[in-house]
């Protein structure tokens, strides 16, 4: 049976604040306190988020009629709006701001900044640019694939590393050989783009600025199975990379091969951003925001993987509701994260950093 531990002089020196010593038998575990906290407070509004995002409509519909919906006991049209319509793309939504949130924990923890996104590594524009590039020539409008997302998020991530001259080595080269690709493999997709017709380049643009419309459980299935597969790896990443504040010689004196880390939560990271981008599109400023956000809930010494999921996850769904009734005409989720991520991007770049006095 697991108890909590009763710490002696040593160890109360040792053991983070936030945290509670959990033994059974010769094992134990730092409980986190306070990221426990965060999440438990983060679980109740993402789950009033998502009710208030299935009734958002600029029709107006009510609670009662949102509930008739689901329950199946209102009238056919009703019943196909909620169940059919709104319900598969809230859920969506979710899971693609898990994702990046996720992903954008990582790619900070690796780089050890904060404005070190998926986007500014590359990643998402490759994804972005698979996408785009597989309806070259197509008059449907209609975007491609969106399991092209992870490919294109795998092949930039390969082609950074190899700038980079390797996923294990220090952070800052791989974030400045990812803002390299980034733009290269960006103005490819937007060559691509310029050259197609009306139908298709109004079409691809909706995606391309980050969009649910339309996303149904034909690919929310699978994103689902991939992110019941890809979370707990990140979570036992996430673990890890809290040695990531130590120097590498102290954390490799603790048993950590920090080069197979580093590159195993990388990969993880591309994988899961690619899957995002994918599926909504090159959403903006979820990644970058989502981190900072929990860890200023989850607090200062560890790495809120899970914290990271559920903001992201929340600011997804806030801002895909928001676009539904802030407008006559819907805005793509996209655009709403774009506007309220400006002012966000300025707040990170001007407050100074309490410990280190940097922005």
Known sequence: MTTPAAPGPAAEGVTPPDSLVLRTGTLSWLFPRRGALAAALLAPLLLLLIALAVM???????LSQTLSGLLGTGDAGTVMVVREFRLPRVCVGVMVGAALGTAGCLTQTLAGNRLATPDLLGVGEGATAAVVASVAGSSTGMIGHWWLGPVGAVAAAVLVVLCAGGAGGAGHRVLVAGIGVSTVVGAAGDLVMSRQNDNTAGGVFLWAVGSLNGRDWAVGT???IALLFLLPLTLAAGHRLQLL??????????????????????????????????VGGP????????PILAARLAGPTRVPVLGSALTGAALITAADALGRVAAPVELPVGVVTSVLGGPFLLW???RADR????A
Do not use: N
């Not at 580093?262 to 899961?272: D, M, P, T, Y």
């Not at 959403?283 to 989502?290: D, G, N, P, Q």
């Open 348 to 350: 990170v770049l001007f």
């Open 56 to 62: 958002a409509s600029s029709t107006g519909m009510g």
């Open 355 to 358: 410990t280190t006095g940097k």
């Open 283 to 290: 959403v903006a400023f979820v990644a970058l925001a989502a």
């Open 245 to 278: 504040r130590f120097d590498d010689d102290t954390a490799a004196g603790l048993g950590v091969d920090l080069r197979r880390l580093r590159a195993a939560a990388f990969a993880l990271a591309v994988v899961l951003a690619g899957l995002a981008v994918g």
């Open 222 to 224: 699978p994103l689902l």
